[in-house]
């Protein structure tokens, strides 16, 4: 079974750039979830997804960030303008539905984002 | 609002000593727990998990941890550590009330010296 996938692994950019993730779920996964986890810290969730709709964005910073997941599978997560404390990695995991139940997230390699 | 302590940021170990690793969280209500592991190199994976029933479970590579309900702990341990169980190792929380989403604390970098 193909795992999360996501790209690209690193990125470089100055402050007040603008920079774009990519995650592919688990197949027939149907929750989709952005973390963030800056040096010495643990992943905090940005946003979770059920299909195409979003569950939980109550920690996403709005003003600068963005999330879509269009069809229900891929998503993107979007930064705009970074700032320099937005350098962290950011994870993307994917579970099945929950119904009734906990269900295990299975993480993404993530994206190793360095903010100049 | 809920959150998830973990005693240690570092522990360096020899091989063959035991390990413990705790971890309190703060959440007042029902919790499923966790703790996942971070290999170098490797995702976030899940080691061991507990939802109910008996408060000491058994995951992979001989690890366990036990639920102390009147401490709110959840501390990992492992009788004696191996080189290849360097890694950084995260207690999770869910409280069940918040559906799927995970709690993590800060995280514990392991090292054990061969």
């Known amino acids: 079974e193909a795992g999360v996938a996501q790209s690209p692994r690193y990125k470089i950019i100055e402050k007040r750039q603008s920079v774009a993730f990519w995650c592919n779920p688990i197949?027939?996964?149907?929750?989709l979830y952005w973390y963030q986890q800056i040096l010495g810290q643990g992943p905090k969730l940005l946003i979770q997804?059920?299909?195409?709709?979003?569950?939980?964005d109550s920690q996403l910073p709005k003003d600068r960030f963005s999330a879509e997941r269009l069809k229900g599978v891929d998503s993107t997560l979007k930064i705009q303008p970074a700032k320099l404390e937005d350098s962290a990695v950011y994870l993307c995991?994917?579970?099945?539905?929950?119904?009734?139940?906990?269900?295990?997230?299975?993480f993404g390699p993530g994206t190793r984002l360095t903010v100049t | 609002a809920q959150s998830v302590s973990q005693h240690n940021h570092h522990v360096i170990l020899s091989e063959a000593a035991s390990l413990e690793l705790g971890c309190n969280y703060s959440?007042?209500?029902?919790?499923?727990l966790f703790w996942y592991v971070q290999y170098p190199g490797q995702h976030l994976q899940l080691l061991l998990k507990?939802?109910?029933?008996?408060?000491l479970v058994k995951g992979i590579k001989g690890f366990e941890a036990e639920f102390i309900k009147s401490k709110f702990s959840f501390n990992l341990r492992k009788p004696s550590v191996q080189w290849s169980d360097t890694a950084e190792y995260f207690c999770?929380?869910?409280?069940?009330?918040?559906?799927?989403?995970?709690?993590f604390g800060a995280g514990t970098i392991l090292r054990v010296k061969s």
């Open positions: 995991a994917s579970s099945p539905l929950p119904s009734g139940g906990f269900y295990e997230q299975y």
């Open positions: 197949s027939g996964h149907a929750t």
């Open positions: 997804f059920q299909n195409n709709g979003v569950v939980d």
């Open positions: 959440y007042g209500g029902t919790v499923n």
């Open positions: 507990y939802f109910s029933g008996d408060p």
């Open positions: 999770a929380v869910n409280p069940r009330e918040y559906g799927n989403k995970l709690v």
